[in-house]
């Protein structure tokens, strides 16, 4: 049986954000029948409710939620870890916490994968042919026998999986433009536009 909280939680994945019901089963951990029943079902009349009747973590759900939304305007390690979210609900609800830590951290991965996980949180990375990405990175290597870090300009295809690279002093813009100089006069060609 499911709380009234989870069956919302599986007709929003499945109305409001286009999700199949096998994405909804993986996503959730619940039986695709479990899941095409709870979103077919038209009918909630109190027979239905009383199969969802409140369970004890309900309440501790929007306490929970609050914090971890407090959480996203902090540095990522100074977030709650659900040990620390159990820890402060005994201090701080002692009278609503009838549940066990186990079931804290189970509410806290459900919680942050709502929170964390939106499905509009990527990047299409769609690239035709003739447009490259330029970055900088490092390298090691030895000079008068000694191992130094230095620093190399990378231009990469991602339409070929070609990649060129040229050793610079420094990450300036005088180093980007004489080392894409450089790679241009050995590819003998230069790309439409780069990132």
Known sequence: MLTITQVHYIRELFYEEGKSYSEISSMTGKNYRTVKKYIEMEDFNEQNHQALRPNKS????PIIQKWLLEDQSR???????????????????PDLLEVSDRTVRNIVKEEKEKIYSSGSAYLQLHHPGGEAQVDFGTFEAYENNTLKKFRELILSFPKSNAGFAVATKSETREALLEGLAVIFNYIGCVPRSIW
Do not use: N, S
Request: proline share 0%.
């Open 58 to 61: 309900d309440v501790l759900r």
């Open 75 to 93: 540095h990522r390690k100074q977030r709650h870890t659900a040990t620390r979210i159990y820890d402060r609900l005994k201090t701080e609800h």
